[in-house]
């Protein structure tokens, strides 16, 4: 049971250029999430999604793109990396339906944007 | 949308017990209150959640005022692996979109030997 992968772990990128970050789950959840983490903050939403086909945004959704074509995968599109996107990034999910909902955290993909 | 309070930092002995304290004034009565912690250099991890009473599980304790406007994490004996950095957060589920988890910036716990 592999959890919530995110894959790179690293990457350095220059001004202007895209990527796209991977976020793959294997437990079934409908729900999943883009997270955000600068030095000695807290974690910032970015993007969101409650089901296949459907997503949204969160808090911070500027410069960022997402799709969800299937229930496992959540890629975050970054079209025009700029330094202020330099930051550590997140994927969660979850199970939706009554209830707390209890998200589950890859362990992150740190960029840095020169 | 209902905010907490967390000290910045707190600091325990090995083996002792850790009561990490967290106001929600504002929270509604149908937020859940989630904490999760974030050890150095890894994703956020649930710790514990509850509503209205007391919750254990084999992590930690919350402990819950009877008017809601604050809680307790304990930890009943502190290792060194539990230096980390402690989120309490309100939940609505039943409020769809809106009812995603809003991250303050935590308690930070440190363990000394």
């Known amino acids: 049971n592999a959890g919530v992968t995110q894959t790179p772990k690293f990457q350095v990128l220059k001004t202007g250029q895209s990527m796209t970050l991977q976020c793959a789950q294997d437990?079934?959840?409908?729900?999943m999430s883009w997270y955000r983490q600068d030095p000695g903050m807290g974690l910032r939403l970015i993007h969101y999604?409650?089901?296949?086909?459907?997503?949204d945004q969160g808090e911070v959704p500027n410069g960022y793109n997402v799709s969800r074509s299937t229930t496992e995968d959540f890629p975050l599109r970054l079209l025009s990396a700029a330094p202020s996107q330099t930051s550590v990034y997140f994927c969660a999910s979850s199970y939706r339906g009554f209830g707390a909902n209890v998200l589950t955290f890859g362990a992150g993909s740190r960029l840095t944007v020169l | 949308d209902a905010k907490t309070t967390q000290p910045n930092s707190m600091e325990s002995n090995e083996e002792e017990p850790v009561h990490l304290p967290c106001n929600h004034s504002t929270i509604s009565g149908t937020d859940y209150i989630h904490w999760y912690r974030q050890l150095p250099s890894q994703g956020p991890e649930y710790v514990i959640h509850g509503l209205t009473s007391n919750v254990n599980n084999r992590m930690a304790s919350l402990a819950i005022a009877e008017d809601r406007k604050s809680s307790t994490l304990i930890l009943h004996r502190a290792t060194l692996r539990d230096a980390a950095v402690y989120y309490c957060?309100?939940?609505?589920?039943?409020?769809?979109?809106?009812?995603?988890?809003?991250f303050g910036k935590g308690t930070k716990l440190s363990v000394k030997p």
């Open positions: 999604s409650v089901g296949a086909g459907i997503t």
């Open positions: 437990m079934n959840h409908e729900y």
């Open positions: 957060i309100l939940r609505d589920p039943n409020r769809g979109s809106q009812g995603n988890l809003i």
